[in-house]
């Protein structure tokens, strides 16, 4: 079964912090995306990835295609970074849907 | 600005109630989807539609039914409420270059709660 493994579940960090949520996956992709969704349920594309590295303000995220893993870092994080962030891959050969990590729920405390 | 656009945020309806679960895209995308997302469990497919007239089920079809006459909307259908159907819906769609590497973008979310 093709499946999306996202950790920690839970982080709570201090103001400041780099953070680091970690995506892996099970066979080949054609995109992955690293999304945020704060309470209240809307959910807004920060990247979609399929090699390499790309960078938005305090947000980067990487992936290694042989290693099927990606990164999302957020430097000098702040409270308005606390939010669920959500790892999705597009399967090669598979629907267009979405596979999804279940999310993990972060915390900046000031 | 990119629009997906659900027509409710918060839903209350009864056990056994037909419901209409709306969203509108208006960036011409050929690929909609209809998610659910539960606690502990995530984000699952429920049905999507490639192209108007077309859907195809998703991981968790049972219970729902979809509508596409349009390009731009795309319906979500409960036919006979339950209370396990009590979640976050989300809609969204996406660009269709036959690739698999194009943006996502999501509607607000409709919380349903079935009594």
């Known amino acids: 079964k093709n499946e999306v493994e996202q950790s920690p579940q839970n982080l709570t960090a201090q103001e400041g912090e780099f953070i680091t949520i970690n995506c892996s996956y099970s066979?080949?992709?054609?995109?992955l995306h690293w999304l945020q969704q704060h309470p209240g349920g809307g959910i807004v594309s920060l990247f979609m990835?399929?090699?390499g590295k790309k960078k938005h303000g305090r947000l980067i995220a990487t992936i290694n295609i042989q290693e099927k893993h990606s990164s999302l870092h957020i430097t000098a994080s702040h409270p308005r970074d606390s939010a669920v962030y959500i790892c999705?891959?597009?399967?090669?050969?598979?629907?267009?849907?979405?596979?999804f990590g279940k999310g993990t729920h972060l915390i900046i405390q000031p | 600005d990119v629009k997906v656009t659900q027509s409710s945020r918060y839903l209350v309806k009864r056990t056994g109630e037909k419901v209409f679960l709306e969203c509108v895209q208006d960036?011409?995308?050929?690929?909609m989807f209809w998610y659910r997302q539960d606690p502990g469990l995530g984000l699952r497919l429920i049905y999507f539609?490639?192209?108007?007239?077309?859907?195809e089920k998703g991981d968790i079809p049972e219970g729902y039914s979809v509508s596409r006459e349009k390009k731009e909307r795309f319906s979500l259908i409960l036919e006979s409420a339950s209370t396990n159907q009590t979640s976050m819906y989300l809609c969204?769609?996406?660009?269709?270059?036959?690739?698999?590497?194009?943006?996502?973008?999501f509607g607000q979310g409709t919380r349903l709660t079935v009594v």
């Open positions: 969204a769609s996406s660009p269709s270059t036959g690739q698999g590497n194009t943006e996502a973008f």
């Open positions: 066979v080949g992709i054609s995109a």
């Open positions: 990835l399929s090699s």
């Open positions: 999705a891959v597009r399967f090669r050969g598979g629907a267009d849907g979405l596979t």
């Open positions: 960036m011409d995308h050929e690929n």
């Open positions: 539609s490639y192209d108007v007239k077309m859907k």
